[in-house]
């Protein structure tokens, strides 16, 4: 009958990437997700953050002469202002 030819070829129909621009820039994606490179920048971040967390702890335990150039000198830690 005529539904039964309708009913096959609907369900056989998969879009592919070229029919489907969304789904090939997804599969791009997952072909090209590097891990290990996410993981190394993840990583990098998380010890810069460690570091600014480090120095605003040290620094708001330290009573500072914000009137002194050499307190000033010695926080940057260069022989000028």
């Known amino acids: 009958s005529g539904c039964s030819s309708l009913v096959s070829s609907c369900c056989f129909f998969i879009p592919t990437a070229s029919t489907n621009p969304k789904a090939a ?3 791009k994606i997952v072909a090209e ?3 290990q490179s ?3 920048e993840l990583l ?3 010890r810069s ?3 600014i967390e480090l120095k605003e702890k040290q620094l708001s335990t330290m009573r500072v002469d ?5 307190t000033l000198k010695c926080l ?3 022989d000028s202002v």
């Open 25 to 27: 820039l997804k599969s």
């Open 33 to 35: 997700f590097r891990p």
């Open 38 to 40: 996410l993981i190394d």
């Open 44 to 46: 990098l971040y998380k």
């Open 49 to 51: 953050e460690d570091q």
């Open 66 to 70: 914000v009137c002194s150039t050499e």
């Open 76 to 78: 940057k830690g260069k």
